[in-house]
């Protein structure tokens, strides 16, 4: 009773913020509304069954054999591997694992849909596009889209700056739940004034369309291969970047060795390949524009 009404208060609380409800119909469109993207309510808290809760909380913790530990940070094996014994081998283990993979169906749209969230009082828009992207699971063509994304990142930046005299951030990645198959799409987010927005979006579908038809000039390429080098210098210095990278090398039965060649892949991206790489993963016929304006006077 205490967890329901605090979940209640906490959606109650979120219903209010335009960022939360942007959120979450951003997450309705991309998923064409699949359950696991579906925003807690009050009726969804209501029906929650604590018997049905416990149960499964047991089951999935009753055998430690579909458990995987991962140890990253400064320490010496010799001296972790008491600690692993007492804590880790010492746990409850059905020996043999009985946890199996399931794809849950997850889609992206198969067309163009455009969705439009009137929500807040502050003059200040978002923009999500998004550009279905389902790239196999392979160290290559992640490095590739990796990098047209850092090339579009960079050049978006360029051209709010000096076309539009916008000054507000812009991100874009690769979204993909691996190994779940289908749903991955390339996001290109901004904030803009919402007398802008428009224009910024249309702005971003061209250079798009441009870099489909011409290959991108060796100057934003070396540019985005330089900020790809940088944040991989950067991140295996982290223990957060370790760990990430270890938990997909399992889950994907991919070789871990292959973290240590990033920078190779990285010096082998050329324009002609970005190029074949913008070609065929930011399809025209199959994207969305998900955008947060402010409520009309009155509302």
């Given at each position: 009773a205490l967890i329901k009404r605090q979940l209640e208060a906490a959606v109650v609380n979120r219903l209010s913020s335009p960022g939360a409800v942007f959120g979450d119909k951003l997450g309705e469109?991309?998923?064409?509304?699949?359950?696991?993207?579906?925003?807690?309510?009050v009726e969804r808290i209501n029906a929650?069954?604590?018997?049905?809760?416990?149960?499964?909380?047991?089951?999935?913790?009753?055998?430690?054999?579909?458990?995987?530990?991962?140890?990253?940070?400064?320490?010496?094996?010799d001296e972790a591997l008491p600690m692993i014994t007492r804590y880790v081998a010492s746990l409850p283990s059905a020996k043999t694992p009985a946890s199996r993979?399931?794809?849950?169906?997850?889609?992206?749209?198969?067309?163009?849909?455009?969705?439009?969230?009137?929500?807040?009082?502050?003059?200040?828009?978002?923009?999500?596009?998004?550009?279905?992207a389902a790239p196999p699971i392979e160290d290559t063509d992640h490095t590739r889209v990796e990098a047209v994304t850092q090339l579009l990142q960079i050049a978006r930046r360029d051209i709010l700056r000096e076309e539009l005299g916008e000054t507000y951030s812009v991100s874009v990645g690769l979204s993909q739940l691996t190994p779940q198959?289908?749903?991955?799409?390339?996001?290109?987010?901004?904030s803009a004034s919402p007398d802008n927005v428009d224009k910024m979006i249309a702005r971003v579908q061209q250079e798009v369309a441009r870099l489909q038809t011409t290959a991108p000039t060796e100057d934003l390429t070396t540019r985005a291969k330089e900020t790809a080098r940088r944040a991989y210098e950067t991140s295996v210095k982290q223990n957060g970047f370790w760990l990430g990278r270890l938990q997909s090398a399992k889950l994907l039965e991919r070789d871990?060795?292959?973290?240590?060649?990033?920078?190779?892949?990285?010096d082998a991206v050329t324009p002609a390949a970005l190029h074949e790489t913008f070609k065929k993963y930011f399809p025209a016929d199959r994207h969305t524009i998900v955008t947060l304006v402010p409520e009309k006077p009155g509302l």
């Open positions: 469109v991309l998923t064409m509304g699949h359950y696991t993207s579906r925003p807690l309510t929650l069954d604590r018997a049905a809760m416990v149960s499964f909380y047991r089951e999935r913790f009753a055998s430690a054999a579909d458990f995987r530990f991962f140890m990253v940070g400064a320490f010496k094996v993979f399931k794809d849950v169906g997850i889609t992206f749209p198969p067309a163009v849909v455009r969705v439009r969230v009137e929500k807040g009082k502050e003059p200040k828009s978002q923009a999500v596009i998004s550009y279905f198959r289908g749903g991955g799409h390339i996001d290109i987010s901004f871990p060795l292959l973290i240590l060649s990033r920078l190779q892949r990285i």
